[in-house]
């Protein structure tokens, strides 16, 4: 319970920080809506209609992109005297689920925002949308999981932005495989249980992620 409470305030200071440095959010926003507007003039003022596979890769080039951005900041911006003051206050597992719970309300809120923006000057593909979105809320859940680790591991490092490259995209390889699989199955309106496994196989990628933060981010901590 007192590990629930800490989580609960360090996600309340993470979204005052973020409302009162609302350029930040402002800029993560203006990133999805060039990057959407630069896909509309390269296809739809060119009178051509963009194929299913193409708006699928592309749509998850733009959230990806969007989520190192997003999350790159998480530890990174984290001075060492807030480090040390939270050492002294709260678990490190708290501060590891904290920063993974609010990456993953700031994504899922980016990811809505932009597929809104992708079918309205676009269009949409999509045939089966419980689906699409379904494979997109994981989607953002692997992806804040996964990046806040690295961001944490970078932290501790120098040249920790190059690290974070380095390290992030090999990691989300097979979950953006996956990703991708399934979206294309809701665009082709698949039944269900053609997608049901690799659903799964996310569920269980995001489980993996989620222990290994909490087992192994108390060890980074103390160094």
Sequence with gaps: MQLVREIGYL????????????????GMLLYVGSTVFVCYISFALRGGELP??????LFWIILLFTAVNAVAKGFLQESRGRQLYYYAL?????VILAKIGYNVLLLLGLGGVGFALYALVLGNPVQDVPLFLL???????GFASTLTLVSGIAAKATN???????LG????????????KVSKNALDGLEF???SSSLLTLVALNMIVGAVSYLLFPFLWRS
Excluded: Y
């Excluded at 494979?135 to 859940?141: E, F, P, Q, S, T």
């Excluded at 920790?160 to 380095?166: D, P």
């Design 135 to 141: 494979n997109m809320a994981l989607g953002a859940i």
């Design 169 to 180: 995209f090999p990691l989300m390889i097979p979950m953006l495989l996956l990703l991708i």
């Design 90 to 94: 709260v678990r490190p597992q708290a």
């Design 160 to 166: 920790s932005h190059t690290l974070m490259a380095i």
């Design 52 to 57: 299913a596979p193409a708006w699928n890769a």
């Design 193 to 195: 249980e053609a997608s």
């Design 11 to 26: 996600m309340q200071k993470d979204f005052r920080l973020e409302w009162r440095q609302r350029a930040t959010l402002s």
